[in-house]
């Protein structure tokens, strides 16, 4: 008799075991055990594994293909046993159909799952903690085109097996794309455009753009018809189709820094002494914590100035007027700012040192990658500069961390621990790009061996777009003289406020409030204003 394809000799008594059906059902059995053996005890033996394994994904996967992995197994073997059974040739021909279509549509099942509770589930969680928006339209299109796909491509090789000719078939279907695509003109219009969005990226989740009408919103979903915003106005959810997105005109706030430029007008008397009132406007928002500096040392003086005239002017009101309870705790929470600046100084500095590094680092590569790297030039790059780099790169992190964990106090809960979350990832990434670099230099080949300058260069281009931009002189308070008369002359204050997304995006509203409560105040004990 034959079995799995090879010929096993018998004993007489067992003869009767060569006949066809008799060799069809040995064959049966064999691949049942052999189907019996990958359900119970090959899969769990793998699975024991797996378990053992960082992850849980494969784990998944296991448990996603066990069962349907020996049912494959056992109709593949029906299917190569129905030659055995020398039975009429239509009766095989029907046998062989009904098995291969059983076989495509394990193989499909198999594969629509892996794509919903493999590539989608894991994908999505992936996508929060990337910062390509590839993925974030990528995932739903997969998610909603992936089992259709799947249904097609069976349905193709299936149809022809019985007999049905698949090019009237695809000739109907067709003529239905052409009917459903002037159908769906301006849902396909607004799948293009969300495309060009995501190609073009001029935001991405979490940003903060205004819109032509002037509306800021909060982008929370780009998806493949529309965008989700939150407007913070009405703290209510739009959904925005992506084809007005893509023809308007749109500003986007949080780029390249959630640092945001704001003004404060003022009129004062010709007569007055222009220095002093630019000098006392100046004063002002150099003391408040809220406003971005490029020399915190000199700042935290400002801050302590200004508590102890906040102070003093709340010393000099009644006990019983409120306006003394909130001066004194505005004072105090200014001075409370103070930790928390100069942690953020020393990160600003180490900052500064890392690229520094860096860039020295490429200065020694590209003296000696002209030829290639040898092995004595790998390692003096490494003891000269991609240690000390690795010793910067971790001591900013660290620094980082404990910056991002300081508590400020003027934020809840949500945005304590959301930026907490934003750091946290960023320093993850940070240490990602770094030791991708550093294992492209201790062990370069052939691909990027004369391009590891320009691999290093990517990163502080990395640093400077992505991780943190360290305040220039540029974005210190400035006072403008705006315009000029005999009778007045009008200032503007222009300041940068540290980052508009914090306390609930009400941030930049508290410092001008507080700013033009401070400003009227001293303008009035200068004299400026009677």
């Known amino acids: 008799m034959t079995l799995a394809g090879f010929p096993i000799p018998l004993p007489p008594q067992l003869s009767f075991l060569a006949k066809p059906l008799p060799v069809f059902l040995v064959n049966i059995a064999a691949w049942m055990v052999l189907a019996a053996f990958i359900y119970w005890v ?19 996967v296991l448990g996603i293909i066990r069962r ?38 394990l193989v499909g099942h198999i594969a629509g799952r892996l794509i919903r509770d493999v590539l989608v589930y894991y994908g999505e969680s992936w996508a929060r903690r990337t910062e390509s928006q590839v993925d974030d339209i990528l995932l739903p299109v997969l998610s909603l085109f992936g089992p259709l796909l799947l249904f097609t491509i069976g ?26 695509g002037l159908a769906l003109q301006e849902t396909l219009s607004n799948i293009f455009s969300g495309l060009s969005l995501l190609i073009e990226a001029p935001f991405k989740r979490g940003d ?15 998806g493949l018809r529309s965008t989700t915003l939150l407007s913070l106005d009405e703290q209510a959810t739009i959904y925005m189709p992506n084809k007005v997105l ?35 406007l100046y004063r002002i928002a150099a003391g408040h914590p809220g406003v971005v500096a490029s020399n915190l040392a000199k700042k935290t003086a400002s801050i302590l100035s200004q508590a102890e005239k906040i102070r003093a002017w709340a010393g000099g009101l009644s006990a019983e007027d409120p306006t003394r309870f909130e001066l004194e705790k505005m004072a105090a929470d200014n001075e409370s700012a103070i930790e928390r600046l100069a942690r953020e100084g020393r990160v600003n500095d180490q900052l ?18 002209t030829s290639g790297l040898s092995r004595a030039e790998v390692a003096e790059i490494l003891n000269e500069h991609v240690n000390p780099v690795d010793n910067t790169v971790r001591t900013l992190a660290e620094q980082c961390r404990d910056w991002s964990t300081t508590p400020d106090r003027w934020l809840n809960d949500h945005d304590y621990w959301q930026q907490r ?76 406020v540290d980052n508009i997304r914090l306390e609930m995006d009400g941030r930049p509203r508290r410092i001008r409030s507080e700013l033009n409560h401070l400003i009227k105040h001293e303008f009035v004990q200068e004299g400026i204003w009677s």
């Open 42 to 60: 090959a899969m769990p033996l793998i699975r024991r594994f797996t378990l053992a394994l960082p992850g849980e994904v494969e784990d998944i």
């Open 68 to 105: 349907p992995l020996a049912l494959l197994v056992l109709v593949i073997g029906i299917r190569v046993s129905i030659r055995y059974l020398q039975a009429a040739e239509d009766l095989q021909r029907l046998l062989i159909r009904l098995s291969m279509t059983v076989i495509v549509a």
């Open 155 to 180: 349905a193709l090789i299936v149809l022809p097996m019985w007999g049905v000719d698949v090019s009237s078939v695809l000739l109907g279907a067709g003529v239905l794309g052409l009917v459903l």
């Open 208 to 222: 903060l753009i205004r819109l032509v009408s002037g509306k800021v919103c909060e982008v929370q979903r780009l």
């Open 246 to 280: 893509a023809a308007d005109y749109l500003v986007n706030l949080t780029k390249p820094t959630a640092e945001q430029r704001c003004s404060v007008s003022v009129s004062v008397e010709a007569s007055n002494d222009l220095t002093l009132v630019k000098d006392t």
């Open 352 to 369: 500064v040192l890392l690229k520094e590094e860096i860039r020295n680092m490429i200065r020694s590569i590209r003296s000696r990658e």
């Open 421 to 496: 979350r934003l750091w946290d990832s960023r320093n993850e990434e940070l240490l990602r790009h770094w030791n991708n670099l550093k294992n492209c230099i201790t062990n370069p080949d052939e691909r990027v061996e004369l391009r590891l300058d320009d691999l290093s260069a990517v990163l502080i281009d990395w640093l400077d777009k992505e991780y943190k931009i360290v305040p220039g002189e540029w974005k210190d308070p400035m006072v403008e003289i705006k315009n000029v008369s005999a009778d007045s002359a009008e200032l503007e204050l222009h300041y940068y």
